[in-house]
């Protein structure tokens, strides 16, 4: 069997999690491969709307297994908010959803650092959703990230060493952080949350599905143009959009790669700062805002709004 992958061909927001929701009956496994809660995918069930940010859009379906991939970066107080509301709501997230060990965890120091670099970078600032997610990601790629799997092993003092170094770093930019040990209180109450997980080797797990002949959905984040190599960078996001992420985001060879669906809306829109060549600021651009509902699903923003960019 081969993965198919469902990717975002603009900015993002392009109704990917609706379109996962409708397509996971026809799959055995869904499974995120990117990202983290900076992308905000909502559905709507009997008039009760859900975001979801780090947990696949699969889950609302008919007990398929759900997988945070090695690629997602992780915010465990967030986690714990949205798993939290799922459970309340009748979902046994604890039977369907497995977490990668190597998923890299977004700290409270992740979360100070963020703001103070887009501080810093005063009007050429690229309009993070202030989540983390970038520091976090520069961790990994520089060798000094926190992962999941290290909750069993010298956790303490990894996490110490980590906070150290940010610390350092905050200071270097003369950021002071405020009410850190009640963040991190909560922080340290979510990972032990976390642990009540299925936490589990998932590109062993993807491929066991493979073999067995299982069908699997592999769910991309943000947008092609958003891609840290081929968007529009720098005002781009910190992780591989394309369907190539899903290979190392989930440990699957280019070779099992089935079908790609990429998924466009009929008009453009963008969160942040970044070129937009067709964006609108006329009566048209708001009234597309008002009736496509464009505000981030994450942040509350309003969308810029503009025409369908072909080229």
């Known amino acids: 069997m081969k993965v198919d992958v469902l990717l975002g061909l603009q900015w993002g927001d392009e109704g990917k999690g609706k379109v996962v929701d409708v397509l996971t009956p026809r799959y055995d496994a869904v499974a995120r491969f990117q990202g983290g809660p900076n992308a905000g995918h909502t559905l709507e069930f009997e008039d009760k709307k859900y975001v979801l940010r780090s947990i696949p859009s699969g889950i609302f379906q008919h007990g398929q297994i759900n997988i945070i991939g090695n690629g997602v970066v992780l915010d465990p107080v967030l986690f714990k908010q949205e798993a939290e509301e799922l459970e309340k709501s009748g979902v046994d997230l604890r039977s369907i959803l497995k977490i990668s060990k190597k998923v890299h965890l977004i700290t409270p120091t992740h979360r100070l650092l963020d703001a103070a670099n887009e501080k810093a970078k005063g009007g050429k600032k690229i309009g993070t959703t202030g989540k983390g997610i970038g520091p976090t990601y520069t961790d990994k790629i520089s060798r000094n990230g926190l992962r999941l799997g290290d909750v069993f092993h010298n956790f303490k003092e990894k996490y110490s060493a980590l906070r150290q170094r940010h610390l350092g770093q905050l200071e270097a930019l003369g950021a002071t952080p405020e009410n850190l040990d009640e963040l991190e209180e909560k922080w340290m109450d979510a ?96 009234r597309i805002r008002d009736l496509g509902h464009e505000y981030g699903a994450v942040t509350g923003r309003e969308r810029r709004c503009g025409w369908i960019d072909l080229v």
Not at 217 to 242: H, K, M, R, W
């Open 191 to 286: 990972i032990e949350y976390i642990k009540g997980f299925g936490i589990v080797d998932s590109e062993f797990l993807i491929n066991s599905l493979l073999a067995e002949g299982k069908s699997v959905l592999c769910e991309g984040a943000q947008g092609t143009l958003l891609d840290i190599d081929f968007g529009s960078y720098p005002f781009v996001t910190s992780s591989n959009t394309i369907s190539a992420g899903a290979c190392s985001g989930l440990g699957v060879a280019p070779n099992k790669i089935g079908e790609v669906f990429g998924i466009f809306k009929a008009y453009c829109t963008r969160v942040g700062s970044g070129p937009f060549p067709t964006e609108l600021f006329d009566e048209t651009g708001k």
